[in-house]
């Protein structure tokens, strides 16, 4: 079947503006995971939703990060008033439930100017 | 100290060899641990999950995990350049859902 996945796959964006990341998992899922990965490391936590509700924002850097999934499927993380240090690939990740194994997504590519 | 620690490599294996990669943790909480391979470029894709001490075999892949020494490793028997890639392990607690991942293994697997 699909996996998660993600658009855009790339973004440009200049410093300050707004941007809208969208995951959707795979069908059936009902966690939501939204990553960071910045080069040469690995993926950072950034938040995880069971159904609608976040149920661990504890790794959104600040609160200039902000995701929503309002129907329980489709997750979108916004960033406002970006900033050059928000440049990294956004994973999004989904699993059947909480605890089992995680899916990602091929990410989205974030660049600010 | 990281939560998650590996030797970023590379580590530079000749064709038909063993790989072997190694990571420790510093959660005694954790209870589930995981191997992801990382194509560059690409999304993190699962290769071995393991939950209880010991060894666990899939393929060309065995997992060993050493709760009491906070230690999880990965071999790779057999190795082919296709396996050349970054390997992430990753440590989840049972409490909670969210992934710790190390910094990556590179691995080059000279024909």
């Known amino acids: 079947g699909a996996g998660v996945s993600q658009t855009p796959s790339n973004k440009v964006t200049e410093k300050g503006k707004y941007v809208e990341l969208r995951c959707d998992p795979i069908s059936g899922h009902t966690a939501l995971y939204w990553y960071r990965q910045s080069l040469g490391q690995g993926p950072e936590f950034l938040i995880y939703?069971?159904?609608?509700?976040?149920?661990?924002d504890s790794g959104l850097p600040n609160d200039r990060f902000f995701a929503v999934r309002p129907e329980g499927s489709v997750s979108t993380l916004k960033i406002q008033r970006t900033e050059r240090g928000d440049s990294a690939v956004y994973l999004c990740a989904s699993s059947k439930s909480l605890g089992e194994t995680q899916y990602f997504g091929p990410g989205t590519r974030l660049l600010v100017l | 100290q990281k939560e998650v620690e590996q030797n970023s490599g590379p580590l530079s294996v000749p064709e038909g060899a063993i790989a072997s990669l190694n990571c420790t943790y510093s959660d005694r909480g954790s209870q589930s641990f995981f191997w992801y391979r990382q194509y560059s470029g690409k999304s993190p894709e699962l290769i071995m999950f393991i939950y209880s001490n010991g060894d666990k075999e899939d393929g060309r892949f065995t997992a060993q995990l050493n709760k009491a020494s906070q230690y999880v490793s990965l071999l790779i028997r057999d190795s082919q350049p296709s396996d050349s890639a970054t390997y992430l392990c990753a440590v989840n607690r049972a409490a909670g859902n969210k992934l710790t991942f190390g910094g990556g293994t590179r691995v080059l697997v000279k024909p």
């Open positions: 939703f069971q159904g609608t509700g976040a149920a661990d």
